[in-house]
Protein backbone atom coordinates (compact mmCIF):
# COMPACT_ATOMS: atom_id res chain seq x y z
CA UNK A 1 0.00 0.00 0.00
CA UNK A 2 0.75 3.48 -0.91
CA UNK A 3 0.59 6.99 1.25
CA UNK A 4 1.91 9.95 0.29
CA UNK A 5 2.59 12.97 2.48
CA UNK A 6 2.86 16.76 1.45
CA UNK A 7 4.53 19.94 3.26
CA UNK A 8 3.26 20.32 6.96
CA UNK A 9 3.32 22.53 9.54
CA UNK A 10 3.70 20.75 12.98
CA UNK A 11 1.54 21.55 15.60
CA UNK A 12 -0.26 19.18 18.50
CA UNK A 13 -0.18 17.16 21.32
CA UNK A 14 -0.18 13.18 21.35
CA UNK A 15 0.10 10.26 23.67
CA UNK A 16 3.42 8.16 23.22
CA UNK A 17 2.84 5.13 21.95
CA UNK A 18 3.59 2.07 24.72
CA UNK A 19 6.81 0.76 24.64
CA UNK A 20 7.34 -2.73 22.20
CA UNK A 21 10.72 -3.43 23.88
CA UNK A 22 9.79 -3.25 27.06
CA UNK A 23 6.56 -4.69 26.58
CA UNK A 24 7.80 -7.74 25.16
CA UNK A 25 10.28 -8.45 28.22
CA UNK A 26 7.05 -7.72 30.86
CA UNK A 27 5.30 -11.10 28.45
CA UNK A 28 8.78 -12.88 29.41
CA UNK A 29 8.66 -12.30 33.27
CA UNK A 30 4.65 -12.79 33.35
CA UNK A 31 4.79 -15.96 31.64
CA UNK A 32 7.68 -17.38 34.50
CA UNK A 33 5.39 -15.90 37.13
CA UNK A 34 2.84 -18.78 38.96
CA UNK A 35 0.30 -15.74 39.33
CA UNK A 36 -1.42 -13.74 36.94
CA UNK A 37 0.29 -9.76 35.83
CA UNK A 38 -1.98 -7.07 35.19
CA UNK A 39 -0.32 -4.73 32.46
CA UNK A 40 -1.67 -2.27 31.23
CA UNK A 41 -1.07 0.56 28.72
CA UNK A 42 0.03 -2.43 26.90
CA UNK A 43 1.65 -2.69 23.51
CA UNK A 44 -0.70 -4.02 20.75
CA UNK A 45 1.92 -3.84 17.67
CA UNK A 46 2.94 -6.65 15.86
CA UNK A 47 5.93 -7.58 17.42
CA UNK A 48 4.01 -7.41 21.24
CA UNK A 49 1.20 -9.80 20.11
CA UNK A 50 3.85 -12.49 18.81
CA UNK A 51 5.18 -12.48 22.24
CA UNK A 52 2.02 -12.70 23.43
CA UNK A 53 1.17 -15.99 20.89
CA UNK A 54 4.78 -17.33 22.36
CA UNK A 55 3.85 -16.84 25.34
CA UNK A 56 0.99 -18.97 25.35
CA UNK A 57 2.48 -21.47 23.31
CA UNK A 58 5.09 -21.90 26.44
CA UNK A 59 1.62 -22.18 28.75
CA UNK A 60 0.80 -18.76 29.94
CA UNK A 61 -3.09 -17.92 29.52
CA UNK A 62 -3.48 -14.48 28.07
CA UNK A 63 -7.20 -12.36 28.52
CA UNK A 64 -6.63 -9.15 26.33
CA UNK A 65 -9.07 -6.27 27.32
CA UNK A 66 -9.64 -2.65 26.26
CA UNK A 67 -7.19 -1.12 28.02
CA UNK A 68 -5.56 -3.86 29.61
CA UNK A 69 -3.78 -7.32 29.45
CA UNK A 70 -3.79 -9.95 31.89
CA UNK A 71 -1.73 -13.20 31.93
CA UNK A 72 -1.65 -16.09 33.96
CA UNK A 73 1.85 -17.71 34.08
CA UNK A 74 3.21 -21.25 34.40
CA UNK A 75 6.02 -22.42 32.09
CA UNK A 76 4.24 -25.40 30.60
CA UNK A 77 4.82 -25.95 26.77
CA UNK A 78 2.11 -26.64 24.99
CA UNK A 79 3.44 -26.75 21.27
CA UNK A 80 6.76 -27.58 19.79
CA UNK A 81 6.85 -24.80 17.46
CA UNK A 82 7.33 -21.28 18.38
CA UNK A 83 6.39 -18.39 15.96
CA UNK A 84 8.16 -15.22 16.59
CA UNK A 85 6.29 -13.54 13.76
CA UNK A 86 9.13 -10.93 12.79
CA UNK A 87 10.29 -10.09 15.99
CA UNK A 88 14.60 -10.40 16.15
CA UNK A 89 13.97 -9.46 19.92
CA UNK A 90 11.55 -12.07 20.32
CA UNK A 91 13.29 -14.56 18.68
CA UNK A 92 16.54 -14.04 20.20
CA UNK A 93 14.76 -13.66 23.83
CA UNK A 94 12.29 -16.57 23.64
CA UNK A 95 15.31 -19.03 22.78
CA UNK A 96 17.15 -18.75 26.23
CA UNK A 97 13.16 -19.17 27.51
CA UNK A 98 12.54 -22.32 25.22
CA UNK A 99 16.16 -23.75 26.41
CA UNK A 100 14.21 -24.38 29.79
CA UNK A 101 11.83 -26.88 28.81
CA UNK A 102 13.60 -30.87 28.28
CA UNK A 103 11.22 -30.91 24.99
CA UNK A 104 12.81 -29.91 21.53
CA UNK A 105 11.30 -26.43 20.72
CA UNK A 106 11.39 -25.26 17.44
CA UNK A 107 11.51 -21.45 16.46
CA UNK A 108 10.74 -20.11 13.49
CA UNK A 109 10.06 -16.90 12.34
CA UNK A 110 8.44 -14.76 9.04
CA UNK A 111 9.86 -12.02 6.54
CA UNK A 112 13.20 -10.88 7.10
CA UNK A 113 13.57 -12.89 10.23
CA UNK A 114 14.17 -15.65 8.29
CA UNK A 115 17.95 -13.75 7.27
CA UNK A 116 18.53 -12.80 10.64
CA UNK A 117 21.83 -14.08 12.36
CA UNK A 118 20.64 -17.08 15.73
CA UNK A 119 24.39 -17.51 15.39
CA UNK A 120 25.53 -15.72 18.90
CA UNK A 121 23.10 -18.18 20.57
CA UNK A 122 24.36 -21.35 19.79
CA UNK A 123 27.74 -21.60 21.65
CA UNK A 124 26.18 -19.76 24.86
CA UNK A 125 23.54 -22.41 25.36
CA UNK A 126 25.41 -25.48 24.53
CA UNK A 127 28.12 -24.16 27.68
CA UNK A 128 24.96 -24.08 29.78
CA UNK A 129 23.66 -27.91 28.74
CA UNK A 130 21.16 -26.96 26.23
CA UNK A 131 21.27 -28.51 22.62
CA UNK A 132 20.55 -26.54 19.37
CA UNK A 133 20.56 -26.87 15.72
CA UNK A 134 20.24 -23.98 12.85
CA UNK A 135 20.32 -23.76 9.16
CA UNK A 136 23.98 -22.41 9.09
CA UNK A 137 23.07 -19.67 11.90
CA UNK A 138 19.85 -18.79 10.49
CA UNK A 139 16.06 -20.27 11.12
CA UNK A 140 14.78 -22.03 12.16
CA UNK A 141 16.40 -23.26 15.05
CA UNK A 142 15.45 -26.23 17.40
CA UNK A 143 16.54 -26.33 21.35
CA UNK A 144 16.58 -29.05 23.44
CA UNK A 145 17.42 -28.30 27.20
CA UNK A 146 16.66 -28.28 30.07
CA UNK A 147 19.17 -25.51 30.91
CA UNK A 148 21.23 -25.71 33.85
CA UNK A 149 23.60 -22.69 34.72
CA UNK A 150 26.66 -22.58 35.16
CA UNK A 151 29.12 -19.99 33.17
CA UNK A 152 28.98 -19.13 29.45
CA UNK A 153 30.30 -16.64 27.58
CA UNK A 154 28.38 -14.27 25.37
CA UNK A 155 28.78 -12.60 22.34
CA UNK A 156 27.03 -8.84 22.63
CA UNK A 157 28.81 -7.18 19.45
CA UNK A 158 25.89 -7.69 17.24
CA UNK A 159 22.91 -7.63 19.66
CA UNK A 160 21.81 -7.25 23.44
CA UNK A 161 18.89 -9.17 22.53
CA UNK A 162 20.30 -12.71 23.18
CA UNK A 163 21.86 -11.65 26.51
CA UNK A 164 18.41 -10.23 28.00
CA UNK A 165 16.82 -14.03 27.39
CA UNK A 166 19.75 -15.63 29.19
CA UNK A 167 19.09 -12.81 32.17
CA UNK A 168 15.68 -13.69 32.21
CA UNK A 169 16.00 -17.47 32.08
CA UNK A 170 18.47 -17.98 33.91
CA UNK A 171 16.87 -17.10 37.41
CA UNK A 172 14.27 -19.77 37.38
CA UNK A 173 16.88 -22.71 36.95
CA UNK A 174 18.28 -24.01 40.31
CA UNK A 175 21.76 -23.39 39.78
CA UNK A 176 23.63 -20.14 39.63
CA UNK A 177 25.00 -18.63 36.89
CA UNK A 178 27.60 -16.32 35.65
CA UNK A 179 27.66 -14.85 32.17
CA UNK A 180 31.09 -13.30 30.66
CA UNK A 181 30.08 -11.03 28.00
CA UNK A 182 32.55 -9.72 25.12
CA UNK A 183 31.85 -6.22 23.17
CA UNK A 184 28.22 -5.66 24.61
CA UNK A 185 26.36 -2.80 22.24
CA UNK A 186 22.82 -1.18 23.60
CA UNK A 187 23.90 -1.14 27.31
CA UNK A 188 20.77 0.92 27.92
CA UNK A 189 18.87 -1.74 27.02
CA UNK A 190 20.15 -4.34 29.23
CA UNK A 191 19.56 -1.78 32.02
CA UNK A 192 15.95 -1.91 30.67
CA UNK A 193 16.05 -5.63 31.34
CA UNK A 194 17.23 -5.30 34.37
CA UNK A 195 14.43 -3.03 35.41
CA UNK A 196 12.14 -5.33 34.73
CA UNK A 197 13.73 -8.29 36.72
CA UNK A 198 13.98 -6.07 39.59
CA UNK A 199 10.09 -5.41 39.27
CA UNK A 200 9.67 -8.86 39.44
CA UNK A 201 11.57 -9.51 41.84
CA UNK A 202 14.28 -11.35 40.51
CA UNK A 203 18.10 -10.23 41.39
CA UNK A 204 21.16 -10.01 38.91
CA UNK A 205 24.34 -8.48 39.83
CA UNK A 206 26.08 -6.46 36.41
CA UNK A 207 29.80 -6.05 36.84
CA UNK A 208 30.70 -2.94 34.34
CA UNK A 209 28.56 -4.93 31.62
CA UNK A 210 31.20 -7.73 31.07
CA UNK A 211 30.35 -10.07 33.75
CA UNK A 212 26.47 -10.92 35.46
CA UNK A 213 25.68 -12.89 38.21
CA UNK A 214 22.58 -14.82 38.21
CA UNK A 215 21.51 -16.32 41.74
CA UNK A 216 19.60 -19.30 40.47
CA UNK A 217 16.68 -21.08 41.96
CA UNK A 218 14.78 -17.59 42.03
CA UNK A 219 10.63 -16.57 41.79
CA UNK A 220 9.12 -14.26 39.23
CA UNK A 221 6.16 -12.04 41.74
CA UNK A 222 3.06 -11.42 39.96
CA UNK A 223 1.68 -8.27 40.27
CA UNK A 224 0.03 -5.05 37.88
CA UNK A 225 2.42 -3.31 35.28
CA UNK A 226 2.37 -0.39 32.99
CA UNK A 227 4.16 -0.20 29.94
CA UNK A 228 6.65 2.95 29.54
CA UNK A 229 5.95 5.64 26.38
CA UNK A 230 8.11 4.27 23.66
CA UNK A 231 10.89 6.50 23.36
CA UNK A 232 11.44 4.89 19.67
CA UNK A 233 8.52 5.32 18.25
CA UNK A 234 8.26 9.47 19.46
CA UNK A 235 11.68 10.31 18.51
CA UNK A 236 10.09 10.74 14.67
CA UNK A 237 7.27 12.99 15.99
CA UNK A 238 9.76 14.78 18.30
CA UNK A 239 12.07 15.21 15.59
CA UNK A 240 8.70 16.63 13.65
CA UNK A 241 8.55 19.18 15.62
CA UNK A 242 11.97 20.11 15.49
CA UNK A 243 11.45 20.62 11.74
CA UNK A 244 8.26 21.68 11.24
CA UNK A 245 6.78 24.40 14.40
CA UNK A 246 5.93 22.52 18.14
CA UNK A 247 5.04 19.34 19.05
CA UNK A 248 4.43 17.94 22.57
CA UNK A 249 4.36 14.22 23.54
CA UNK A 250 3.02 12.36 27.21
CA UNK A 251 3.77 9.90 28.38
CA UNK A 252 7.62 9.99 27.93
CA UNK A 253 9.83 9.15 31.42
CA UNK A 254 12.76 11.25 30.66
CA UNK A 255 14.47 8.62 33.59
CA UNK A 256 13.52 5.57 31.55
CA UNK A 257 16.36 2.92 30.51
CA UNK A 258 15.13 2.95 27.08
CA UNK A 259 18.05 4.11 24.33
CA UNK A 260 16.50 6.35 22.50
CA UNK A 261 15.47 8.84 24.71
CA UNK A 262 19.25 10.10 23.59
CA UNK A 263 17.10 11.98 20.74
CA UNK A 264 16.90 14.67 23.06
CA UNK A 265 20.27 15.28 23.52
CA UNK A 266 20.71 15.28 19.56
CA UNK A 267 17.72 17.52 19.14
CA UNK A 268 19.72 20.52 21.97
CA UNK A 269 23.09 20.10 19.71
CA UNK A 270 20.29 20.38 16.55
CA UNK A 271 18.91 23.93 18.02
CA UNK A 272 15.54 22.80 19.08
CA UNK A 273 14.26 24.07 22.15
CA UNK A 274 12.91 21.20 24.05
CA UNK A 275 10.79 22.01 27.07
CA UNK A 276 10.50 18.76 30.21
CA UNK A 277 7.64 18.95 31.84
CA UNK A 278 6.00 16.34 34.21
CA UNK A 279 5.95 13.40 31.77
CA UNK A 280 5.59 15.12 28.78
CA UNK A 281 8.39 16.82 26.19
CA UNK A 282 7.65 19.68 24.04
CA UNK A 283 10.17 20.21 21.12
CA UNK A 284 9.67 23.13 18.92
CA UNK A 285 11.57 24.61 16.40
CA UNK A 286 13.96 26.75 16.01
CA UNK A 287 17.89 26.69 15.02
CA UNK A 288 18.77 23.98 12.61
CA UNK A 289 22.56 23.23 13.20
CA UNK A 290 24.65 20.22 11.91
CA UNK A 291 25.56 17.50 14.71
CA UNK A 292 28.02 14.84 15.70
CA UNK A 293 26.49 11.84 17.43
CA UNK A 294 27.71 7.95 18.54
CA UNK A 295 24.23 5.72 17.73
CA UNK A 296 26.02 2.43 18.45
CA UNK A 297 24.15 1.77 21.75
CA UNK A 298 20.99 2.99 20.40
CA UNK A 299 20.91 2.08 16.77
CA UNK A 300 17.50 2.12 16.27
CA UNK A 301 17.82 6.28 15.90
CA UNK A 302 19.20 6.73 12.66
CA UNK A 303 16.83 6.89 10.23
CA UNK A 304 14.87 10.05 12.40
CA UNK A 305 18.45 11.57 12.99
CA UNK A 306 19.01 11.06 9.03
CA UNK A 307 16.25 12.93 8.49
CA UNK A 308 16.82 15.75 11.06
CA UNK A 309 20.59 15.95 9.54
CA UNK A 310 18.98 16.46 6.43
CA UNK A 311 17.44 19.50 7.27
CA UNK A 312 20.29 20.98 9.33
CA UNK A 313 22.63 23.99 7.57
CA UNK A 314 25.84 22.21 7.17
CA UNK A 315 27.33 18.36 7.15
CA UNK A 316 26.66 16.10 10.14
CA UNK A 317 27.95 12.50 11.04
CA UNK A 318 26.51 10.37 12.78
CA UNK A 319 28.47 7.09 13.92
CA UNK A 320 27.46 3.46 13.94
CA UNK A 321 26.62 1.88 10.84
CA UNK A 322 27.67 -1.37 11.85
CA UNK A 323 25.05 -1.95 14.06
CA UNK A 324 22.38 -1.26 11.22
CA UNK A 325 23.20 -4.49 9.17
CA UNK A 326 20.58 -6.75 10.96
CA UNK A 327 17.53 -5.31 11.22
CA UNK A 328 14.34 -5.64 8.92
CA UNK A 329 16.29 -4.13 6.13
CA UNK A 330 19.92 -3.55 5.69
CA UNK A 331 19.02 -0.11 7.29
CA UNK A 332 22.26 1.47 6.02
CA UNK A 333 22.15 0.68 2.35
CA UNK A 334 18.26 1.39 2.46
CA UNK A 335 18.87 5.08 3.97
CA UNK A 336 21.72 5.73 1.74
CA UNK A 337 19.44 4.59 -1.25
CA UNK A 338 16.12 5.55 -0.49
CA UNK A 339 16.48 8.80 0.83
CA UNK A 340 18.77 10.11 -2.00
CA UNK A 341 15.76 9.28 -4.01
CA UNK A 342 14.35 12.29 -2.43
CA UNK A 343 17.29 14.77 -2.80
CA UNK A 344 18.69 13.92 0.92
CA UNK A 345 22.66 13.83 0.23
CA UNK A 346 23.77 11.06 2.92
CA UNK A 347 26.55 8.27 2.37
CA UNK A 348 28.65 6.06 4.61
CA UNK A 349 32.49 6.29 5.75
CA UNK A 350 33.56 3.27 7.49
CA UNK A 351 31.65 3.42 10.51
CA UNK A 352 29.79 6.80 9.83
CA UNK A 353 26.75 7.88 8.00
CA UNK A 354 27.79 11.59 6.56
CA UNK A 355 24.63 13.65 5.54
CA UNK A 356 24.88 17.25 3.90
CA UNK A 357 21.87 19.39 4.79
CA UNK A 358 20.40 20.46 1.94
CA UNK A 359 17.15 20.50 0.14
CA UNK A 360 14.77 17.78 0.47
CA UNK A 361 13.25 17.63 -3.12
CA UNK A 362 10.65 14.98 -2.67
CA UNK A 363 9.86 11.78 -4.54
CA UNK A 364 9.35 8.33 -4.10
CA UNK A 365 10.75 6.16 -1.23
CA UNK A 366 10.30 1.99 -0.77
CA UNK A 367 10.11 1.16 2.90
CA UNK A 368 11.51 -2.18 1.95
CA UNK A 369 8.98 -3.47 4.86
CA UNK A 370 11.36 -1.21 7.15
CA UNK A 371 8.77 0.15 9.67
CA UNK A 372 11.63 2.76 11.07
CA UNK A 373 11.98 3.32 7.34
CA UNK A 374 8.18 4.02 6.73
CA UNK A 375 8.28 6.91 9.73
CA UNK A 376 11.50 8.48 8.59
CA UNK A 377 9.98 8.70 4.84
CA UNK A 378 6.66 10.55 6.51
CA UNK A 379 8.61 12.68 9.03
CA UNK A 380 10.99 13.66 5.65
CA UNK A 381 8.13 15.45 3.84
CA UNK A 382 7.35 18.02 6.51
CA UNK A 383 9.33 20.63 4.68
CA UNK A 384 10.41 18.86 1.50
CA UNK A 385 9.59 21.31 -1.60
CA UNK A 386 7.16 18.51 -3.01
CA UNK A 387 5.58 15.59 -1.75
CA UNK A 388 6.89 12.17 -1.11
CA UNK A 389 5.20 9.14 -2.16
CA UNK A 390 6.05 6.29 0.23
CA UNK A 391 5.56 2.70 -0.42
CA UNK A 392 4.77 -0.13 2.20
CA UNK A 393 3.92 2.12 4.67
CA UNK A 394 1.61 -0.53 6.51
CA UNK A 395 4.63 -2.17 7.85
CA UNK A 396 4.73 0.27 10.89
CA UNK A 397 2.54 -1.89 12.45
CA UNK A 398 5.26 -3.53 13.48
CA UNK A 399 6.19 -1.03 16.27
CA UNK A 400 3.54 2.24 16.38
CA UNK A 401 0.09 1.06 14.50
CA UNK A 402 -1.01 4.45 15.25
CA UNK A 403 1.81 6.36 13.39
CA UNK A 404 -0.02 8.06 11.02
CA UNK A 405 -2.64 8.82 13.13
CA UNK A 406 -0.58 10.54 15.03
CA UNK A 407 1.14 11.92 12.72
CA UNK A 408 -2.26 13.55 11.53
CA UNK A 409 -3.32 14.83 15.05
CA UNK A 410 0.37 16.81 14.91
CA UNK A 411 -0.40 18.52 11.54
CA UNK A 412 1.18 15.87 9.16
CA UNK A 413 -0.40 15.80 5.72
CA UNK A 414 -1.32 13.07 4.01
CA UNK A 415 -3.24 11.07 1.57
CA UNK A 416 -3.40 7.43 0.95
Not at 55 to 72: Q, S, W
Not at 138 to 159: C, E, F, Q
Request: glycine share 10%.
Amino acid sequence: MNITVHPSQISGVVTANPSKSHMQRVVVASLLTGGKTVISNPSVCDDAKAALNVAVDLGAKVEIEKNRIIIAGGFDPVTNILDCGESGLGLRMFSAIAALSGKDITLAGRGTLKNRSVAMIEKPLIELGVMVTSKQGKLPVTIRGPLTGGKATVDGSLSSQFLTGLLMALPVVQKDSELFVNDLKSRFYIDLTIKVLEDFGIEVKNNAYKHFVIPGDQTYKPGEYEIEGDWSGAAFLLVAGALGGEVEIENLDVNSSQADKRILDVLEQFGARINRGNNAIRVTKAEMKPFNFDATDCPDLFPPLVVLASYAKGKSRIKGVSRLAGKESNRAEALVEEFTKVGIAIETDGDDMIVQGGPVCGGSINCRNDHRIAMAAAVAGIGARSSINIRGYECVSKSYPDFFTDYKKTGGKFNE
